[in-house]
C-alpha cells in the first residue's frame, strides 16, 4: 500500500484528510503535517521525515502538497526520491479520495499518474457543466 503525507499552510492538510476520511472511512497510512505560518523550517523538516517513517510501508509514499514554490512543498522537495517518495502539488478533496480508493492496487507511479488527471478533472466550472453559459469577462 502507499502511504501519503498531506502536507501544507495551516490547518488545510487537516482538514482535506478529515473530510477524505469521512467520505472513504478508514484512510491507514494516511497523515496531515500542519505547517505553521511562522513554522522554524528544521522543526518542521524534522516533523515531515519522522511522518513519513510511519506511513511508509515500503512501496512508495506520496506527498501532497498545496501550492509550488510554498514552504511545504519546498520542505518536502528535499525527501524526493523517484520511486520511492514523490511530491504532487496542488492537491484538492478529488484527488485525496481518488489516491484512497486506488492506493492499495497500483504502484506509486501509476497512483500519481491517475491522482494528476484526477485532480485536473476536478476543475470545473459550474455553469459550463450545466449549459449555462454566462459571460465571464463582466463587461456588458
Known amino acids: 500500500m502507499v502511504g501519503a503525507l498531506v502536507v501544507t499552510h495551516g490547518n488545510l492538510a487537516l482538514e482535506l484528510v478529515n473530510a477524505a476520511k469521512k467520505i472513504v472511512g478508514e484512510a491507514p497510512r494516511l497523515k496531515a503535517v500542519v505547517i ?32 509550488f514554490g510554498g514552504t511545504p512543498t519546498n520542505i518536502s522537495l528535499t525527501f524526493l526520491d523517484p520511486g520511492r517518495a514523490e511530491i504532487v502539488t496542488g492537491i484538492n478533496l478529488p484527488m485525496l479520495i481518488k489516491f484512497l480508493n486506488l492506493r492499495a492496487d497500483e504502484n506509486l507511479a501509476g497512483v500519481v499518474e491517475q491522482i494528476c488527471v484526477k485532480g485536473r478533472q476536478s476543475i470545473q466550472v459550474a455553469s459550463d457543466l450545466l449549459g449555462r453559459h454566462a459571460h465571464r469577462s463582466g463587461k456588458d
Open 36 to 67: 505553521d505560518w511562522d513554522a522554524d523550517v528544521s522543526l518542521a523538516r524534522t516533523t515531515i521525515e519522522e511522518s513519513l517513517r510511519t506511513v511508509d510501508a515500503g512501496q512508495g509514499v506520496l506527498i501532497f502538497t498545496d501550492m
